[in-house]
């Protein structure tokens, strides 16, 4: 059974280095929040295991080879009539980055409670939501609420980022979907100040994680882009200062990232520094490369650049 589960959508990455008016190649890769995560958690050795609907079109292989590739078990994947969602990416002239998303209807949309295998969520260390989870579909945000249930009632710990995206939903539907979520949730991956000043009315970190430590959540981890990461459990709380990346390149994805340091090094027992270190580490070195997967880094090159940076 693998360490770490997450449950959401992953769906094929179309990317050009051009505006897409005047692009003629682009190159295929996937993406997709929770995935992502798993892909950092793996990269540093957690065994992961992804659970989401995968459409039969012609990437149906691409994505589970690729997922397998990375280490992500996927014997929790149910293949489905239907598409697999995409999104295309594309550097314009001036560094502006272009986004266009087709998933609306997508397979992994279409994921429900039926689909969630119970025993092997009963058996689960760690599960990681979010509300772009929650967000995609009526069914996706109760399967999110089901197994979250059923992980917190058997002793596993639910991780949850709120990644509020305003595309997919309003501001009252994710919160009424975190307040639902709350009462299972461990641990809390929020972002600050945009993100929480949008689904809570709060930019302080410290009152941000406040405010998930007074809903019995456990440790919290506010991430705040370059200044760092507030991190708090009942007992403590420290900031993390930012790792300076050599080199600013592409920062989609480095809260994902983030999330599957931070969540490995939990899984370890390491402190709430050193997994908020880990974290800080590892996005830096996400930030430096294109792309949320193909730039993620491996436990070595994280290590030695922790070690080098906070000492
Ligand atoms: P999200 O993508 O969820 O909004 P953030 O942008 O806060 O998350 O990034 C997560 C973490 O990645 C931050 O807490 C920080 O440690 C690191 N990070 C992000 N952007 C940078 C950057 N430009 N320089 C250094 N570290 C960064």
Request: hydrophobic letters at 45%.
């Amino acid at each position: 059974m693998p360490e770490l589960l997450s449950l959401g959508e992953c769906m094929i990455e179309l990317f050009a280095d051009r505006p897409l008016a005047e692009a003629t190649t682009l190159i295929k890769t996937f993406g997709g929040d929770t995935c992502n995560a798993l892909v950092a958690a793996a990269r540093l050795g957690t065994s992961t295991g992804f659970i989401t609907r995968v459409g039969d079109d012609p990437f149906r292989d691409f994505l589970l080879h690729a997922w397998r590739r990375e280490g992500i078990d996927t014997s929790l994947c149910r293949i489905v009539p239907g598409f697999n969602g995409l999104y295309l990416i594309a550097l314009g002239n001036n560094g502006a980055r272009e986004f266009i998303y087709y998933r609306s209807g997508s397979a992994a949309s279409t994921l429900e409670p039926a689909d969630l295998d119970q025993e092997a969520l009963r058996q689960c260390r760690m599960l990681l939501v979010s509300g772009i989870s929650q967000a995609i579909s009526v069914t996706a945000r109760a399967a999110v609420q089901v197994a979250s249930g059923i992980v917190h009632r058997h002793g596993g710990d639910v991780a949850y980022d709120p990644n509020f995206r305003p595309r997919l939903w309003n501001a009252e539907e994710a919160r009424a979907a975190l307040t639902a979520l709350l009462p299972t949730i461990a641990i809390a991956l929020p972002s600050a100040p945009e993100e929480s000043d949008l689904l809570l009315g709060v930019t302080d970190p410290a009152e941000i994680a406040d405010f998930y430590l007074s809903h019995g959540v456990k440790i919290v981890a506010v991430k705040c882009g370059e200044r760092g990461v507030f991190v708090a459990d009942e007992g403590a709380s420290c900031w993390v200062e930012a790792v300076p990346p050599r080199q600013v390149i592409d920062t989609s994805g480095a809260g994902d990232t983030f999330n599957g340091a931070f969540l490995h090094a939990i899984l370890r027992g390491f402190s709430l520094r050193t997994a908020a270190q880990l974290g800080a580490t590892a996005a830096s070195l996400k930030v430096e490369g294109r792309g949320a997967v193909a730039s993620q880094p491996r436990g070595p090159q994280v290590w030695e650049r922790l070690k080098a940076y906070y000492g």
